[in-house]
């Protein structure tokens, strides 16, 4: 459900730019939202990169200018309203300008959790102008569901004016003397469900010839994430002196879904230090590692991850390492309904090397407080000893077995597991060792946040790879 995390006040200017920082952190996945009113030179008119970083420490992803209306009755003011998702967290003062000198015009920056952040997220839109009486009007804009309103106007006038709000809209600011150019405001309301409505004032004596724009901001996806597909292979062969230096999927049954996230795991044994890996294929997404789990069995756990691949027609995944290795091996699953920015939320693994059979006690650790939920604990643990096939923990809904080293009961084999959580508490991804296993095992798990999670951010679906090696 859209949420203003935070709306900071009115910035009043008559200079080509002015900055604005937000009070606290911006969160990723978060949505912010610029909304402007102005005095200004048709000539100048509006555009995305209007609106620029200044400061700060959280990163922001591509601006959309989303609305504008220039008067016909008043060429000299105009209204403007922009968006941009928050990539990563961290302190942020934006830059609005490039304008000519000599103007009057103002603005206010808005941080939304819980709305969608996709290049689609305002899905209405509508402006107004006019000069018969002191009634100023948008036009209506509409929800189908739950969103965001917001809108802004500007008046030529040359004097004080009165601005009042109408409807259920919040007052965001208001400038209210127009001894230099003009007069305007910013007004904003959240709905819940589907909506129609326009952002309006009604002025006082003395107005003049106004504009006004508003958008409607749709809310991030209420879908819950969901597994989607998987595939795997090993190299049973590539050992005792028959060490490769890659390995190859197969290709997925149905295309890549653009917008998907994905994971890989990378396992390798008998080597005292892990070789590079590096990974390729599935449209060409951009891999972030994570930290290796290396304790016990010289053995090596690497993780990746990728948000938000492109789509397209399915290829292979190749991985290919620095050195040779023994029996490497590939697994790759889809999931549906996270993020497309800001989805990791956390992850941790470790080695084990006798846990015992006991439900649950073969585990990843815990993961710490997930800051958005709902989410999905996506795990994945290997037995290095051909004793016995792990199974998924409490709660967990455990993927087929990959890889089947020895076949049957007493293989070498890895589970891959999921379970979806509504709240912050920490938790870990557990699995049992089968009556009679003795490990070690390898196991490690991410936290991901769905699209609707608490911090907003647009739908994606997920791609989980392991590949492995012994």
């Known amino acids: 459900m859209a949420t203003v995390v935070q709306a900071e006040a009115l910035v009043k200017s008559t200079a080509t730019s002015a900055t604005k920082a937000f009070t606290a952190n911006v969160t990723a996945g978060n949505l912010v939202v610029i909304a402007c009113y102005a005095f200004k030179s048709t000539t100048d008119a509006f555009v995305a990169g209007d609106i620029t970083k200044s400061a700060g420490t959280a990163t922001i992803g591509t601006v959309q200018l989303d609305k504008t209306q220039v008067g016909v009755a008043a060429t000299v003011i105009s209204a403007a309203i922009w968006s941009v998702p928050v990539t990563a967290s961290g302190s942020l003062t934006l830059q609005v300008g490039g304008f000519p000198g000599t103007q ?35 036009g209506n804009v509409t929800t189908t569901g739950g969103g965001f309103l917001v809108g802004a106007m500007a008046d030529d006038s040359g004097g004080a004016v009165t601005i009042t709000e109408d409807g259920a809209w919040t007052n965001r600011g208001e400038e209210e003397n127009g001894a230099l150019f003009c007069i305007g405001a910013v007004a904003s309301r959240t709905v819940t469900t589907g909506t129609t ?7 006082g004596a003395g107005w003049g010839p106004w504009v006004a724009a508003a958008v409607a901001y749709k809310d991030a996806s209420t879908t819950p994430y969901a597994f989607v597909q998987q595939v795997e292979a090993d190299n049973a062969a590539a050992s005792g002196g028959n060490e490769v230096t890659s390995i190859v999927s197969p290709v997925f049954g149905s295309n890549r879904t653009a917008g998907n996230l994905l994971v890989c795991h990378v396992w390798i044994t008998g080597q005292g230090s892990p070789p590079s890996c590096t990974l390729s294929g599935g449209g060409s997404p951009t891999w972030v590692q994570e930290a290796v789990v290396s304790a016990g069995n010289n053995a090596h756990l690497y ?168």
């Open 104 to 138: 009057d015009w103002g603005f206010v920056i808005f941080e939304l959790s819980g709305v969608d952040t996709s290049s689609g997220r305002a899905v209405s839109t509508n402006g107004g102008d006019g000069n018969s009486n002191g009634n100023v009007t948008s």
């Open 197 to 203: 409505d326009d952002a309006s004032w009604t002025l």
């Open 303 to 470: 993780s990746f991850y990728a948000m938000n691949i492109p789509g397209g027609v399915n290829t292979a995944f190749t991985a290919t390492f620095g050195a040779g290795v023994n029996f490497p091996s590939i697994y790759v699953a889809e999931y549906s309904g996270f993020k497309t920015t800001g989805a990791r939320l956390a992850f941790t693994g470790q080695g084990q090397a006798m846990p015992g059979t006991t439900a649950d006690l073969v585990t990843s650790g815990l993961l710490g407080t997930l800051a958005q939920q709902p989410a999905g604990i996506i795990g994945f643990t290997l037995n290095e000893n051909s004793d016995g096939n792990p199974a998924a923990g409490t709660g967990f809904t455990g993927q087929a077995l990959v890889w089947d080293y020895g076949g049957g009961a007493g293989s070498m084999s890895g589970r891959p597991e999921h379970k979806r959580v509504t709240a912050t508490t920490s938790v870990a991804a557990t699995f049992t060792a089968a009556s009679g296993s003795t490990g070690p095992f390898k196991t490690a798990a991410w936290a991901f946040a769905e699209a609707a999670a608490a911090g907003g951010g647009g739908g994606s679906n997920l791609l989980l790879k392991l590949m492995t090696m012994n």
